[in-house]
């Protein structure tokens, strides 16, 4: 069965210091993974996707197969980054599977 | 476009209430899902459809959850009897397929549940 792992619920860093929010998956198949992000008072929404191998908001994560991580990094973190991130994974059958989220706060 | 709707935002009652909790999706979007969020176990993904037909409902904790699509445009989230810990924030999200393959849900406001 399929499992997303985000095991910070809280992460406070200062700002421009680097950030890390670190997920783990568990799998059988090919992963397709993703960050989302809901910043306060506007809904959830995608952040980014590894297939993509993007860049948003000064965001990056790498799909490491071998350790079966998909962890979301910054190395300078700005106050706008005050959110909550969650982890997704999506499976063949087009459903997504969320982890438990990580709020992370920039203090300035 | 005002997005996904859902209604109410915040609904609170008492155990063993009926509660219903309702969706309007994008209009044009053909998946649409129902999520739960708790702090101890995030989003918990209940029940999803696709061309208002049903496809996975193993997510539905039990038997006092159910979930209806009548249309393409609506979708209802029913908890009867409703109990304390029901109480959760629920997402509604819809998206095209187009969209959904690569792995982007467009999420309503969430209904905030609250049961005393």
């Known amino acids: 069965a399929q499992r997303v792992t985000q095991p910070e619920k809280l992460l406070s860093v200062f700002k421009g210091a680097p950030v890390e929010l670190k997920c783990n998956y568990s799998y059988s198949g090919s992963p397709e993974l993703f960050w989302y992000v809901q910043y306060s008072r506007q809904r959830l929404q995608l952040l980014l996707r590894?297939?993509s191998r993007e860049s948003i908001k000064g965001f990056t994560a790498d799909l490491n197969k071998g350790e079966t991580s998909f962890h979301l990094k910054k190395p300078f973190a700005q106050e706008e980054d005050s959110a909550m991130y969650y982890c997704?994974?999506?499976?063949?059958?087009?459903?997504?599977?969320f982890g438990t989220g990580t709020r992370l706060t920039v203090i300035p | 476009d005002a997005g996904v709707i859902q209604s109410p935002r915040h609904e609170v009652t008492e155990m063993g209430q009926e509660v219903t909790l309702r969706c309007k999706p994008i209009s044009g979007h053909d998946y649409l899902f129902w999520y739960r969020q708790t702090m101890m176990r995030g989003l918990e993904l209940l029940i999803y459809?696709?061309?208002?037909?049903?496809?996975?409902d193993s997510g539905m904790p039990e038997d006092r959850f159910s979930a209806k699509m009548p249309n393409a445009s609506f979708s209802t989230l029913k908890i009867q009897p409703s109990e304390p810990r029901d109480s959760a924030v629920y997402f509604c999200?819809?998206?095209?397929?187009?969209?959904?393959?690569?792995?982007?849900?467009?999420f309503g406001e969430g209904s905030r549940l609250t049961v005393l």
């Open positions: 999200a819809s998206s095209p397929a187009t969209r959904l393959n690569t792995g982007e849900l467009f």
């Open positions: 997704a994974l999506q499976t063949g059958a087009n459903n997504l599977f």
């Open positions: 590894h297939i």
């Open positions: 459809f696709n061309n208002n037909v049903p496809i996975d």
